[in-house]
């Protein structure tokens, strides 16, 4: 039972366009949520997180943005640069925190110069 | 400032060979440990977690162990290698709510 879900598994988008990266869960207990990078044959890095207390988060070129009512996150890249260009990760926790992080399979965005 | 390395980067083992694979953070102490696992087209597993020396939980049944004979040691182990147990295995420590910081990762490959 996959408890995160990224239904896309690919995105491409030009670079200085949005990119936007979805998210859906299932388990209603999760409270924190977090996006994670990953370049090819290196450990995926943090990029940003939300509280379940919050509905935006921003960070520069990222934000996301958390419906709990439609059990719904998304991260939204503005303006998308080729360096952006990995696989993103979602991951959802339970315990207020990063301990026992349940990720989706990710979304591989391609930034096109 | 904290570092973590994890080794080898690649591994190619055959069916019913041992694993040992190994983990360690720099710059902490007591840190929360984890191992976790990404299969061909899957998202990230987590295998083992610890939040101290010889405490050690199993999130799935599986073939691989994990133990913490140091505080910022952790390992994986296999007695048996399966080809099921072929992936990218990750380490990954945290301490006091920080998010999740991972090691670059071993790719496994059972043949």
């Known amino acids: 039972d996959q408890q995160v879900k990224q239904n896309s598994p690919s995105l491409s988008v030009q670079e200085g366009r949005i990119s936007i990266l979805n998210c859906d869960y299932t388990?209603?207990?999760?409270?924190?949520f977090l996006w994670y990078k990953k370049y090819p044959a290196e450990g995926p890095t943090f990029l940003i997180s939300i509280s379940s207390i919050k509905d935006k988060n921003e960070d520069g070129r990222f934000t996301v943005f958390l419906n709990k009512s439609a059990k719904h996150l998304s991260l939204h890249i503005v303006p998308s640069q080729p360096g952006d260009s990995a696989v993103y990760f979602c991951a959802a926790s339970a315990l207020g925190g990063s301990e026992k992080l349940v990720f989706g399979k990710g979304t591989k965005l391609t930034v096109n110069p | 400032s904290q570092t973590i390395h994890q080794w080898p980067a690649t591994l190619v083992q055959p069916v019913g060979s041992p694993l040992s694979l190994e983990c360690t953070v720099e710059g902490t102490s007591n840190p929360n440990l984890y191992w976790y696992r990404q299969a061909a087209g899957r998202g990230l597993q987590l295998l083992f977690y610890s939040v101290g020396i010889g405490q050690i939980s199993s999130e799935v049944p599986q073939n691989l162990s994990a133990s913490r004979p140091q505080d910022r040691q952790f390992i994986l182990s296999s007695k048996k290698l399966l080809l099921s147990d072929s992936g990218f295995y990750l380490c990954?420590?945290?301490?006091?709510?920080?998010?999740?910081?991972f090691g670059n990762g071993t790719r496994l490959t059972v043949t």
């Open positions: 990954a420590w945290t301490q006091n709510n920080s998010p999740l910081h």
């Open positions: 388990n209603s207990m999760f409270d924190y």
